[in-house]
């Protein structure tokens, strides 16, 4: 599975942006896509999620109510919508998608190779 991610850039406190994830290869593997982001000096830390098949979603609380994630199974695309954004939501933006094996032990997860994302106060 090959992830490329687009969007991202430069948006004063309170702007919006808008990020995608175009997924390729072994697809039908895939089970869920995901938004993590990394912040310097920080942990990656999993924003939002979504099931491929019914769509069902998760959120961190810091991003609840601002964030929305998206996906359309067509063209294998995930989509992060972020509004109302804060500095403290800059950081590298990275695309997942995660195949379920027999066993937790056994999940394959695959990863964009990142969007930074800036939000000035």
């Known amino acids: 599975v090959q992830l490329v991610e687009s969007g991202g850039g430069l948006v004063q406190t309170g702007g919006s942006l808008g990020l995608s994830c175009a997924a390729s290869?072994?697809?039908?593997?895939?089970?869920?896509m995901a938004w993590y982001r990394q912040a310097p000096g920080k942990q990656r830390e999993l924003v939002a999620a979504i099931t491929i098949g019914g769509g069902s979603t998760n959120y961190a609380d810091s991003v609840k109510g601002r964030f929305t994630i998206s996906r359309d199974k067509a063209k294998m695309t995930m989509y992060l919508q972020m509004n109302s954004l804060k500095p403290e939501d800059t950081a590298v933006y990275y695309c997942n998608a995660r195949a379920y094996g027999s066993d937790p032990m056994d999940d394959n997860d695959y990863w964009g190779q990142g969007t930074q994302v800036t939000v000035s106060s």
């Open positions: 290869g072994s697809t039908f593997s895939m089970n869920t």
